[in-house]
């Protein structure tokens, strides 16, 4: 069955990754501020800047099957140098837009047999690192809530959340920015590598599938085995 699917954020890194498994089979809205990347994809496009514009819910299916955020951020930097404004905008862009559309999508979830939503966390929750304080802070946000709502919502909607460790994608270009920074990341990890968004979106489109109908309210490391591991 062809299910209606929502991204937030999908012209880039693991958002089009999403897209380029699910586009074929499912009828894809990518809600981003660029089209770019997507000219080739069978998908419908709507202008939309999660830190601007309240979605236009006229834009989007009355049924919403699959729905997943994509936007955030890595504000790495020492606790002391961190402003509360920057606690802050992280917060924004990473929970509280989450939770403004959310709330304006509510009806359209609910009109599915039973939607599936999923969320981005961080390693950095489960595992103490320096330097995470701030997006560590919002992440953690986005656990909680996401259990909460699956708590609040179950069996109408099934919410899980994706927590990666460092991905290699735009938004992860500065840490990995030259040969010898990729080769620290490489081994900081259990697999020896840093992810690649093909192995975040794989986790992603189980969690859209029916095939993961009995799994809600879970946080799913896909960090190369860094939480759970000690190997040096």
């Known amino acids: 069955m062809r299910k ?82 920057a606690f802050e905008d992280d917060m924004q862009i990473n929970f509280m837009f989450l939770v403004k559309i959310i709330h304006s999508l509510l009806p359209k979830f609910k009109n599915s047999d039973q939607a599936s939503l999923v969320f981005f966390s961080t390693v950095a929750v489960k595992i103490g690192m320096p330097f995470h304080t701030s997006i560590a802070a919002a992440k953690g946000a986005i656990e909680g809530f996401a259990k909460a709502l699956a708590a609040e919502y179950a069996p109408q909607f099934r919410v899980n959340v994706i927590a990666p460790s460092l991905t290699d994608t735009p938004l992860a270009g500065r840490l990995l920015e030259n040969d010898k ?51 040096n």
């Not at 991204?7 to 089209?35: C, P, Q, V």
Request: charged share 20%.
């Open 4 to 85: 209606n699917i929502l991204l937030i954020g999908g012209s880039h890194g693991i958002g089009f990754e999403i897209a380029l498994k699910l586009y074929r089979d499912h009828n894809i809205f990518i809600a981003s501020r660029t089209s770019e990347n997507l000219g080739n994809l069978e998908v419908t496009h709507i202008p939309y800047d999660a830190s601007k514009d309240e979605i236009d819910t006229s834009t989007v299916p009355e049924t919403i099957d699959g729905f997943v955020y994509c936007p955030g951020s890595i504000n790495l930097k020492p606790f002391k140098i961190l402003t509360p404004k």
């Open 181 to 231: 920074k990729k080769e620290l990341m490489n081994n900081r990890h259990p697999m020896k590598r840093v992810g690649q968004a093909e192995d975040i979106a794989n986790i992603a489109k189980f969690l859209l599938s029916d095939e993961s109908s009995w799994i809600t309210g879970q946080v799913i490391g896909v960090d190369g085995g860094m939480s759970t591991l000690n190997v």
